[in-house]
C-alpha cells in the first residue's frame, strides 16, 4: 500500500520573484466562494463584471475583452494563431526570453517570421522598427511592453500609428506591465494585447487576460483557414464571452471569481495611485540595491518598477544565495535566464507584494548574504538609503 498522502502545509513565502506574486487575501477568500454553473445566469452577471473591470483596466473600450482559460503563454498563443494564417509575414522584437517565445510560436502557426533583435535589457526605438516595417510590411508585429527575463520596460508611444501606416495589425505582450504600469490599449492603437492573472494583478496563474481591436476582429473575420487551435479559436471562443453566451468549454469558475476580486482591489485603489505606489517602491529598493553596490542590468531610463534585475556581484553564487534567502528568510528571487544564468538576479515587486515592509525585508537578507559571501557590503546602507526615499515621500508606499 501506498504511503498516505500528508495535508498540504506549504511553507511560508514571500514571492518576490518575476511571478507568480504574493496573492491578496481578499482574492484567496473570493476562492474559497461556492461554484455556479458556467452557464447559470448568476455566473454570467460575473462575467460581464469581469469584462467590464478588464476594459477599465486595459484602458479600452474594445467588446472582444475577456480572460482566456490558461496562463500568459496562452494569451500569447490566443494573439498568435488567431491574427496569423500559414505564409503570413510577422516581424516580432526580441530583447529577451518572451519574445524568443513570441518567435516560436509564429513560426508554428506557420508565419513566415522576421526577428528584429536588440541586445537584452534595452528598447527598440521607432526608428529601427520603421526599418523593419517597410521592408517586410508584415501582417502582425509583436513586442513585449514589459520583458520579464531582462525587467525591461519598451516604451509604446507613436507605435500604433506606425504600424497602422504599413497597415500591420500591433499584438503586445502586458503580462509583467498590466496593473503595475499604465497599460493603454486604445491610445496605444493597440489591436491584440495580453496579459496574465499572477503578476501585478496579484492573482493565482490560470487566467489571461485578452483583448481585440474592432481591426483584429475583423481580420479574424476575414481568416480563410480554421484557426489551428479549436480551444483559442476566437471566433467560437467570442460566443461564449459574447452576447450570445454559446456554449464552447466548461469555465475555470473559481479563477473567475479571483480575477473578479483582484480587478475588484485594482478599481479601488485607482490606477494612477497604484502606478505611483510601484514608482515609489521601486525607487527605494533601487536606492538600497544601488548604495550596496548592486547595479541594474537594464538600461537607465527603461527599467520596470515591478521587476528589477540587478548584476550579481563577482565572486558570489548566484544558487547559493537564493537557496538562502528562500531557506532562512522565506524569500523566493528569481535567477537570470538564458545566457544570463547566473549573472543576474530579479526582485519583483508586484501588485500586493509592492510594500514597504517587503523592499526592506529583502535588503536586509541581501545584506546578510553578501556580507556571509564576502561581497563588499557597508552594514545598514541598503535599508537606510531606502527609508531615505520613502521619507523624502512623505512616509507613503
Sequence with gaps: MPATVGELNPSPRILMGPGPSDVHPRVLRAMTTPLLGHLDPEFLGV??????MLRQVFQTRNQLTFPVSGTGSAGMETCVVNLIEPGDRMVVCVNGVFGQRMVDVAQRAGAEVTVLERPWGTVFELDQIRDALSRVRPKVLGIVHAETSTGAWQPMDGLGKLCHEFNTLLLVDTVTSLGGVPVEVDKWEADAVYSGTQKCLSC???????????????????????VQS????????QRYWGEERFYHHTAPITMVYALREALRIVTEEGLPPRFARHALNHQALKAGLTAMNLPYFTTEGCQLPQLNAIRIPDGVDDLAVRKRLLSEFGIEIGGGLGEFKGKIWRIGLMGHGSRPQNVFLVLAALEKCLADCGAAVKPGAGVGAAEKVYTQAGGKG
Design 204 to 226: 493565482p496563474p490560470g487566467l489571461s487576460p485578452v483583448t481585440f481591436s474592432p481591426r483584429a476582429v475583423e481580420a479574424i473575420n476575414r481568416r480563410k483557414n480554421k
Design 230 to 237: 479549436w480551444y483559442l479559436d476566437m471566433g467560437m471562443v
Design 47 to 52: 462575467m460581464n463584471e469581469t469584462q467590464e
